[in-house]
């Protein structure tokens, strides 16, 4: 059983930079592949990026390639999402979730879910 809270969103310009941040409690974080995941206002949650229990794998949707970052670090137990050359599409609240296989996890439900953190980008 792991708790997700995100944090570091907030109101960017175009072209702009956020890094947001996924702490977990427990001790079971390194057991987990980690996702971001994001829901605009009238569109459907969808996959952003995830990453293996090791770290050592990442995915990306083709939306974000080249300009998102996925990372973690078991010690802190917590994962990361770089987000550069933001556009206003990539507004959205974004969540982060814990499931078994980072490469399947868009596609099989996460076991855990964050409550989400509001990401805005204006013009």
């Known amino acids: 059983q792991v708790q997700l809270v995100e944090s570091g969103g907030g109101l960017v310009q175009a072209g702009g930079s956020l890094r947001l941040s996924c702490a977990a409690s427990g001790r079971t974080f390194s057991n987990y592949a980690m996702g971001w995941f994001r829901q605009a206002p009238g569109k459907e949650r969808e996959f952003v990026a995830a990453i293996s229990r090791s770290g050592g794998s990442t995915y990306y949707a083709d939306s974000v390639k080249g300009r998102f970052t996925i990372s973690r670090d078991n010690a802190k137990n917590t994962v990361y999402l770089q987000m550069n050359s933001l556009e206003p599409e990539d507004t959205a609240v974004y969540y982060c979730?814990?499931?078994?296989?980072?490469?399947?996890?868009?596609?099989?439900?996460?076991?855990?879910w964050g409550q989400g953190t509001q990401v805005t980008v204006s013009s």
């Open positions: 979730a814990a499931g078994r296989l980072a490469q399947t996890i868009r596609i099989i439900p996460p076991d855990y």
